[in-house]
């Protein structure tokens, strides 16, 4: 197997799903207004958390994975409903924080202090370890990646596959996290409201495009 084509080919397959648009990806927009890059990374490393070993566990029961994970209907239910729940009480939260806001500068100064409660790694284990179509993204898709790993040694072609996908994870939630903050402090507080609750909007209709798409087999949203 020829090294570096198979790099290129983990980079630009996981790409597709490290880029595009999620839960942890609006999350990580929300916190990052407040905080920074340093939660895109906090974000990366509670993403890396699960990843990696959970990467590690596919190949490990390979044989085992599509027959419990992938076509296990209850699972998949259970999954749908747990990360719709999360999504929903984050959606909440956040319609909450955006309605305290006044328009002043003690307010302002606050912004900091509302951030602490959300910790940006645990947000980022718990919007990868609950989100169905990351676990299926690489219980099917992925799998085929896996599939040419193994042939290089489990150990081996795991540690290749995982360096060459994880960097886009912390170079895209950096990015995404830093973004929104040189903005929001430049506007102010007013489009911050309305930027949280764009924000919340966007993870209710994540939340409810799972529950609709697992459910019914209907996609609210071209993801």
Same mark, same amino acid.
């Given at each position: 197997?020829?090294?570096?084509?198979?790099?290129?080919?983990?980079?630009?397959?996981?790409?597709?799903?490290?880029?595009?648009?999620?839960?942890?990806?609006?999350?990580?927009?929300?916190?990052?207004?407040?905080?920074?890059?340093?939660?895109?990374?906090?974000?990366?490393?509670?993403?890396?958390?699960?990843?990696?070993?959970?990467?590690?566990?596919?190949?490990?029961?390979?044989?085992?994975?599509?027959?419990?994970?992938?076509?296990?209907?209850? %699972?998949?239910?259970?999954?749908?409903? *747990?990360?719709?729940?999360? /999504? &929903?009480?984050? =959606? +909440?939260?956040? $319609? #909450?924080?955006?309605?305290?806001?006044?328009?002043?500068?003690?307010?302002?100064?606050?912004?900091?202090?509302?951030?602490?409660?959300?910790?940006?790694?645990?947000?980022?284990?718990?919007?990868?370890?609950?989100?169905?179509?990351?676990?299926?993204?690489?219980?099917?898709?992925?799998?085929?990646?896996?599939?040419?790993?193994?042939?290089?040694?489990?150990?081996?072609?795991?540690?290749?596959?995982?360096?060459?996908?994880?960097?886009?994870?912390?170079?895209?939630?950096?990015?995404?996290?830093?973004?929104?903050?040189?903005? %929001?402090?430049?506007?102010?507080?007013? *489009?911050?409201?309305?930027? /949280? &609750?764009?924000? =919340? +909007?966007?993870? $209710? #209709?994540?939340?409810?495009?799972?529950?609709?798409?697992?459910?019914?087999?209907?996609?609210?949203?071209?993801?």
């Amino acid at each position: 197997m020829n090294i570096i084509a198979f790099i290129v080919s983990v980079v630009v397959i996981t790409a597709s799903g490290a880029l595009s648009p999620g839960p942890l990806t609006i999350s990580a927009i929300l916190l990052g207004s407040k905080g920074g890059w340093k939660v895109g990374l906090l974000m990366a490393i509670g993403h890396t958390i699960f990843e990696l070993p959970y990467i590690t566990f596919l190949a490990v029961a390979y044989d085992y994975v599509e027959i419990y994970i992938v076509k296990n209907q209850i %699972i998949n239910f259970i999954l749908a409903i *747990v990360v719709a729940s999360v /999504l &929903l009480y984050f =959606a +909440i939260a956040t $319609i #909450s924080e955006s309605l305290k806001l006044k328009l002043n500068h003690e307010k302002q100064r606050r912004i900091k202090v509302l951030n602490r409660k959300w910790n940006p790694i645990i947000v980022g284990f718990i919007f990868t370890a609950l989100n169905p179509y990351f676990l299926l993204w690489w219980a099917t898709l992925g799998f085929e990646l896996l599939r040419t790993s193994l042939t290089m040694g489990i150990v081996y072609g795991v540690t290749i596959l995982f360096m060459a996908h994880i960097w886009i994870d912390y170079v895209w939630l950096i990015l995404i996290s830093h973004t929104p903050q040189v903005r %929001i402090s430049y506007f102010g507080s007013k *489009v911050y409201r309305v930027f /949280l &609750l764009a924000l =919340a +909007i966007i993870l $209710i #209709s994540f939340a409810l495009n799972i529950l609709t798409r697992t459910f019914l087999g209907i996609s609210l949203l071209p993801i």
